[in-house]
């Protein structure tokens, strides 16, 4: 996915998973992605389960996670996350952000509104929407 300014992050998958970002000029970086768990911040290890990523008009990533986990992820520009939607368990519900629940997020993207737009699902396959955050 590429923000505003022109960089381009991807994920780089493996053990060694991480969100890689390319400038416009080249310049190569890590985002080190942390996730707060009962009041400690740690690093995210399943970002290298990530299977797709995209990013908002405030330059936020969000990375849909299949592997064992079916949930996406939305990363502040300071690396920080939280779960946006989903968990460890797999299926299709809808609701508010904290109950609902996905199957295998897929590929995302954002309308006109800022409203996150993502498909899920392998055997029966759903497009869905998470509408914008209001702050």
Do not use: C, W
């Amino acid at each position: 996915t590429i923000d505003k300014q022109g960089n381009l992050f991807g994920l780089e998958e493996g053990s060694h998973g991480r969100i890689r970002k390319i400038t416009a000029d080249g310049k190569v970086s890590t985002i080190n992605v942390t996730l707060e768990v009962d009041g400690v911040v740690k690093p995210y290890e399943m970002v290298n389960k990530g299977e797709n990523i995209s990013i908002d008009d405030q330059n936020n990533l969000y990375v849909g996670i299949t592997y064992n986990v079916n949930n996406i992820l939305k990363i502040s520009t300071d690396g920080s996350s939280r779960l946006l939607i989903g968990g460890s368990v797999y299926g299709h519900k809808d609701d508010l952000v904290n109950s609902a629940l996905i199957a295998g997020p897929a590929r995302m993207a954002f309308d006109k509104d800022g409203n996150l737009i993502f498909i899920e699902g392998s055997d029966k396959i759903n497009v869905r929407k998470l509408q914008k955050e209001v702050n």
